[in-house]
């Protein structure tokens, strides 16, 4: 049974430092790493991904992937209110076809306090 | 990526019957991709729809009570079939896009069973 896992949180960031969000998982095939985001109410939307070792920069993001330790995070630099939400982190087992769904973990409730 | 949307966006049922939810695609896709999201928690796969063939579907779910139509590239609905309150959930279609092995999500479909 493959497991991704959160820390639920939440997590509390004071506005304009740095937010860092963490997730394991137990299948060690894993290959694909996604983070989404999720304000309440709505849909996943994608926010990085990552597919092999070491650390991916997009703007404020870097998503960071470990995959000897089976750990994937992310950080968010210069956290602004509007970063609130919770967010999710997802892995895909390798099958070659591309026909697996995603395995979420139960995602991290990020709070940013003005 | 993709446009994708679902109807209806929620709906408020009786126990006992059943509701279809669709999805429609603005271009074609190979998979989609069926998921649920019970109050409070993460992502769970249902399934996988491929157009032309039967969809296959994640451990704990059955094609009884989750029957899956896929009868082009662009469109798929997913019935709940006689209908209980823990049924009551988010559903969200989604479908893959760049980078590999991506998935974006439809709007969701917010079902309440009473």
């Known amino acids: 049974q493959k497991e991704v896992e959160q820390n639920s949180g939440p997590l509390s960031v004071p506005e304009g430092a740095i937010a860092s969000l963490n997730c394991t998982y137990s299948d060690r095939v894993s290959q694909s790493f996604f983070w989404y985001r999720q304000y309440s109410g709505k849909s996943p939307e994608l926010i990085m991904s990552i597919y092999s070792n070491g650390d991916k920069e997009d703007g404020r993001f870097t998503a960071q992937l470990n995959k000897a330790s089976q750990y994937v995070s992310l950080l968010i630099r210069d956290s602004q209110p509007s970063d609130s939400a919770t967010y999710l982190c997802a892995v895909k087992e390798y099958s070659g076809g591309g026909a697996d769904g995603l395995t979420f973990g139960k995602g991290t409730h990020l709070i940013i306090q003005p | 990526s993709a446009v994708i949307s679902q109807k209806p966006s929620r709906d408020i049922c009786q126990r006992g019957t059943s509701l279809t939810i669709q999805c429609q695609v603005d271009?074609?896709?190979?998979?989609m991709f069926w998921y649920r999201q019970q109050p409070g928690q993460s992502l769970t796969l249902i399934a996988t729809?491929?157009?032309?063939?039967?969809?296959?579907?994640e451990s704990g779910f059955v094609i009884d009570k989750f029957p899956i139509s896929r009868p082009n590239l662009t469109f798929s609905t997913l019935t709940v079939s006689n209908m209980s309150p823990e049924d009551s959930s988010i559903y969200l279609c989604?479908?893959?896009?760049?980078?590999?092995?991506?998935?974006?999500f439809g709007p969701g479909t917010r079902l309440t069973v009473l």
């Open positions: 271009s074609q896709v190979t998979m």
């Open positions: 729809a491929n157009q032309g063939s039967e969809a296959t579907y």
């Open positions: 989604s479908v893959g896009g760049a980078p590999a092995n991506t998935q974006y």
